[in-house]
């Protein structure tokens, strides 16, 4: 295993040195290693075997990193209609674990684990979670849902080869969240961003100040896009350190990418994964800056390697060396998924532009919701958005702020939603990833 034999010096930046300081040249030539290795073991899956065969391609047409644009994409219908074990590369006995999403609109996709497949990914939840400054000594909460998501698991396992006292907390039931935070001394949580926000409501309420009161000092945020605003909000409103964490079932789970504590960009690990970001129209590869669709090859997985996945997640290379001694590609913050997107009177638009500027104002809360409907005049966006308790009376300073606010987001968006101030508390929450655009409008427009 990876890890095996390093000895742990707490004041070490570094999980992994030996990986995480190569230099651009030695990850391209592990990388080159393990994508061949990939495509050979690929070839005990069906699907990639016959993949290989429509498009005339042997492993040994693989012979560079740029050879990878020889190979066809895999999507998410594929493992939709492969479903539930079609492309796995392993016989079923020597799986030991399944994680499935949620299926909503389909077949749900299922990922099958080796015990290598589990330990890598523990590792690279582990390697993360130290390269932010958690040590042995530190007190870690999860309050993911345990289960299918793979935020749960993940995060426990990956907390646990660190070597953190780990609170499996679970979704939801914030006094008890509270408390564990409280009684056990927990240093770190895992936590969605809109689900801190709510945490921090019950806190006030509770009359419990996260600063004097709670010895947290370090936030995992991740699963849902949120805006640099939001984030720094959190980072506030605690007193606590936010870093962004990304990762994907298909990929593993959480672990895929994470913030260093420049927080400037996520590095995403390239020994364990090879980024490309495509242009989702032509598939061609974008130049770094310039936002596209992120593809991703895994380069250590077992039982169910996927190539050039497309993953509909949006977003741009920021850079490829950091002030932190990391190497690995830094990608910035997700913009959404492709499917996120809004199509409004021909303007297209994602959630976290809305987001961005409602949290520009000090008057609103971090919760809001955007609904879409059809009238005579075509589409409409109507943005509910929360207040902070302190603005609720005055009559002509809301009337004003809403007037503030809808402008602000006409500059941003090019159209101009109504604006709904709403009393704190009263739009929905949900436990797991939130719910922010509800698309009420005609399908016979
Ligand atoms: P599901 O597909 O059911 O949502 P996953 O848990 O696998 O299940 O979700 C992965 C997706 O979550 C990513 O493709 C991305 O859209 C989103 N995501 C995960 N982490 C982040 C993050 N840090 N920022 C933005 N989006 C994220
Ligand atoms: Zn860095």
Redesign the pocket.
């Known amino acids: 295993m990876e890890n095996e034999g390093i000895k742990r010096d707490y004041g070490c930046e570094y999980f992994n040195p030996e990986v995480e300081t190569l230099s651009r040249g030695e990850i391209e030539a592990l990388q080159l290693k393990r994508l061949r290795e990939t495509v050979q073991h690929c070839m005990n899956s069906a699907f990639y075997r016959s993949r290989f065969e429509e498009a005339g391609l042997t492993p040994d047409d693989i012979r560079t990193l740029d050879d990878l644009r020889k190979i066809p994409f895999t999507t998410k219908q594929d493992l939709r209609d492969t479903y539930p074990f079609g492309t796995a590369s392993v016989p079923l006995e020597k799986c030991v674990r399944l994680h499935s999403?949620?299926g909503t609109t389909g077949n749900p996709t299922v990922i099958l684990h080796t015990d290598r497949d589990l330990d890598e990914w523990a590792n690279q939840v582990a390697r993360n979670l130290w390269m932010v400054g958690l040590r042995p000594t530190d007190v870690f909460q999860n309050s993911s849902g345990y289960g299918m998501?793979?935020?749960g698991l993940g995060f426990q396992y990956g907390a646990e080869k660190l070597g953190m006292l780990t609170v499996p907390a679970a979704a939801g039931n914030s006094l008890r969240q509270i408390k564990f935070i409280k009684d056990f001394g927990t240093t770190a949580v895992h936590a969605v961003p809109s689900y801190l926000t709510r945490l921090k409501e019950v806190m006030d309420q509770e009359g419990v100040d996260p600063r004097r009161d709670t010895k947290l000092r370090i936030f995992a945020i991740?699963?849902?896009?949120?805006s640099e605003e939001q984030r720094r909000r959190i980072e506030e409103m605690f007193g606590v350190k936010a870093y962004?964490?990304?990762?994907?079932?298909?990929m593993c789970g959480p672990g895929v990418g994470f913030e260093c504590k420049e927080q400037n960009g996520l590095h995403f690990w390239e020994d364990y994964y090879i980024v490309e970001i495509v242009d989702p129209e032509t598939l061609e590869p974008v130049p770094d800056g310039e936002i596209g669709e992120l593809v991703l090859t895994t380069l250590r997985r077992e039982a169910m390697p996927l190539l050039r996945y497309r993953?509909?997640?949006l977003t741009r290379v920021l850079g490829r060396s950091c002030p932190c001694g990391r190497n690995h590609v830094r990608i910035d913050?997700?913009r959404g998924?492709s499917d996120d997107m809004m199509v409004l009177k021909g303007v297209n638009i994602f959630p976290i532009q809305i987001e961005k500027i409602l949290m520009q104002f000090p008057e609103l809360a971090s919760n809001y919701l955007i609904t879409l409907t059809t009238d005579n005049n075509g589409d409409n966006m109507t943005v509910e958005v929360e207040l902070e308790e302190l603005f609720t009376d005055d009559y002509v300073g809301l009337q004003n702020l809403a007037k503030s606010v809808q402008r602000a987001l006409k500059d941003e968006i090019l159209l101009t939603p109504y604006v709904k101030l709403v009393a704190k508390g009263s739009l929905p929450q949900s436990e797991g990833?939130a719910v922010r655009v509800v698309d009420k409008r005609s399908v016979y427009k």
């Open positions: 999403s949620s998501f793979t935020g991740g699963a849902e896009p949120h962004n964490s990304f990762g994907m079932s298909e993953t509909r997640d913050r997700m998924r990833k």
